[in-house]
């Protein structure tokens, strides 16, 4: 049975009469990458300031590795990184960590693994004033991972990050997750964590308005067709899918819906005589579905094909 590590129970925070966070039910399991997802201001931050104990819900409940947010049974194996940690800036790297394990009780060389986990080692002697806004963020992974917590909860991990930082902060996460750690991480930047995330929540105005895989999340996509002549094979999709699902675009024909229905769609185009130059399926990116479910718009038409396309 997959174990549930964090779950919230219509957890809401208001603030006034706003709810920041409104009537949010979720649940990360054991040994998963958990996106947290949602545009400036949906309420990420404040949720997870919730499971950390660092605020009070207004209503809801939330449990934390089978306690209550910010009980010392939950903090102790969670690590987190949280609107940036206060570093000092005139220490070193390495005695930032440092200074942090001899508070929590933890051994020095917990540190230095941090450090090498986040690829600082070469930099651990130099003051953390000098880092790059990369370095300094990955010193606040290195000090969510210090202790080797069982959960990670990472609050916006790549801002300020450049490309080559958060391929490895991304290779970095499915590693632990690798090891049977679990890792909350949110963004408002879908395309960066949809290839390392097991399981999505989507978060927009305080409501979290799905949670599913990021397959389930993107839903059945769509597939492309280019035929000749396009008359007739546009003719025979329509047959079998249904008019409404079939576009015509500058890259042949488009068919939204089931994409498990190629097989058929291509035999029935052979069996009337049309010549086959393609088929393919053009899935969505976690950034067109978001785009759907947070406005309430449809993708404009074609951009899953110019981003497979590229
Ligand atoms: N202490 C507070 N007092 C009043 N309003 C608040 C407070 N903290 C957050 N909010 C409001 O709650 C809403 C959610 O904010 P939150 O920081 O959780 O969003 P977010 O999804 O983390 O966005 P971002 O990525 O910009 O941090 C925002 O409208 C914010 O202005």
Redo the contacts with the bound molecule.
Sequence with gaps: MTETVVSTDRLTKR??S?A??DSVSLTVRRGEVYGFL??????????L?MLLGLIRPTSGSARVLGHRPGAPAATARTGALIEGPGFYPYLSGRDNLRVMARYRGLAETDVDLALARVDLTAHRRSAFRSYSLGMKQRLGVAAALLGRPELLVL??PTNGLDPAGMADLRQLLVDLAGQGQTVLI?S?LLGEVQEICDRVGV?RN?RLITESTVAEVRGTGSLYVRAEPTGTALAVVARIVGDHAVTLTARGIRIDGDISLAPEIAKALVGQGVLLHELRVAERTLEEVFFELTTNESVPAGAGARRTDS
Aim: positive net charge.
């Design positions: 603030y006034g706003r920041a966070v949602g545009p400036n201001g949906a309420g990420k931050t404040t949720t300031r609050d916006e949110s408002h978060i305080g």
